[in-house]
């Protein structure tokens, strides 16, 4: 089977071919570790370990590698704040951010390099760079000239002209180009520094993704992916520095997801303050986050609404029910043959999957499989049912949408139904004492009214008297 990916440097799709047959180097951005991270963080990181998966059950034997920026603004302004080292900082929230992509269900990548782990291979780059022609220094900066990288722009589809004349910020006096960067810096007072030929300092952002890529997959990769919003100027620079470093091309395919949206009132309706993956996971468990992130092809938006979330609660409740009470199911010993649904299961997945890495079609496919199976459990051959199990196994390796833990998952949800219905049976109780307190104002009862109105101050419940005669409440904190 061809796999066919959407190349970003070319804007359309090509067929997948990697520069040793059979395997992959692939390489994904990833967090910034200062604080936990955000739902919205969440779907770059499944649609990286989603297309791991995938080249896997493919067949490609897959170098992945996701960074770790350890060395960031963000973290040194973060760890100041606390009182705290920066590099130790940092180290906590590595570990925060490895809980949390297990609880999405997240299979490790091959390596997962940190920036403060990277100084020596940062540094040779960017001596490359220099002698190769494409750095200048000024005041112990190093800087990056994009006049001199004839093809600045090829991925984003934008040209330095272009830059001039979007450029809305006072332009830095040192650069020659406002569309320069910083390879490397001086480190200011109280910031983390290393050793360098142009002084203590610490490198520019673009410049770890670089080093990280040429250390652990070589000069050049088959796949790099991030988010859309990091094509430029992150991925852009990435391609300036490692072409001018390493004087071949540094990767041959671009993907890039699109954004999970929040922008709707839904949203913070449905989810109020629960932003942190942290917070989501223990409310409905990481495979609904993880569901939902995979349900939607990767480069299409995300629109998070009430409907969406309800969804991905019902189905991921469904597939593991599904998938607990098929462990029981009996072969009919006077059942032959294999349904074609089933037999057809695994092999139409696959072509979804080949088809620019589309996990929503590959569920389309799972679901018909999981509503046939149901229809005719009393009716599997022996041969059908070990198919079944291997179906159930494929969906679980190749895109996660089946949790390697179904019983957990199915824990998960039984408590949020018990949360959601003390929820309503506390919300009917407070409803019921404010229609007697409105009977017992009717009769002139005053005591009781008051009494009703104590007993739910002590619950934490605020009344409100409206002028119109209706009554509403509130939680008091
Ligand atoms: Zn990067």
Redesign the pocket.
Known sequence: MTLKVFNNLSRSKETFSPIEPGKVKF?S??PTTYDFLHIGNARALVVGDLFHRIFKSLGYEVNFVR?Y?DVDDKIIERANSLGRDAIEHAAIFVDECRTDMDSLGMLPATHTPKVSETMPEIIDMIQDIIKNGYGYIVEGEVLYDVTKFKEYGKLSKKDLDGLVAGQRVEVDQKKKHPSDFVLWKPAKPGEPFWESPWGKGRPG??I??SAMAKKFLGKTLDL?H?GVD?MFP??EN?IAQSEAANGCAFCHNWAHNEFLNFGSEKMSKSLGNVVRIRDFNEKYGGQVLRHILISVHYRARLEWTEEVLQRGVDEVRRIHEFVLEAKNYIANPKATGVDKLIADCIPSMKEELSNDFNAAGSAGNFFSFLRFVKANKDNLSAEALKQVHEVIAFANASTGIVSSNPEDVLSHLKKLDQDTSTAGAEAAEIEKLIEERKTAKATKNWARADEIRDILKAKKIELKDNPDGTVTWKVIS
């Open positions: 390489y951005c990833g960074n920026t952002w673009h770890e993704c790099h991030g990091l992150h991925h990435e």
